[in-house]
């Protein structure tokens, strides 16, 4: 799925959608990415604070990646989109 994102809360929404549908616990995506549940949890309710390696991070640990590309300029490829 491609998600369209323009704020921080959708960031956070994702993330605890895409470990959900991973399988993990935040507990479990804590220890993947080397920290602590807390810290999993803090992220997925404001991803304000999350630096690029983070969120680089999680996405890897979630089986997903990141992506941009110049919203001027046609997609290659049609896929399902989500946008907020």
């Known amino acids: ?3 369209v994102i323009a704020t921080p809360d959708q960031i956070a929404q994702i993330l605890a959608a895409s470990r959900r549908q991973a399988g993990l616990t935040q507990t479990e995506a804590a220890a993947r990415v080397g920290v602590s549940q807390s ?3 803090a992220w997925e309710t ?3 604070a999350l630096t690029v390696a983070q969120l680089l ?4 640990a979630y089986g997903m990646q990141l992506q941009m590309r110049d ?3 046609p997609q ?3 896929a399902p989109q989500a946008e907020w």
């Open 76 to 78: 290659e490829q049609a």
């Open 39 to 41: 810290r999993i949890s």
């Open 46 to 48: 404001d991803a304000a």
């Open 71 to 73: 919203k001027n300029q």
């Open 1 to 3: 799925m491609l998600h």
């Open 57 to 60: 991070s999680l996405c890897g």
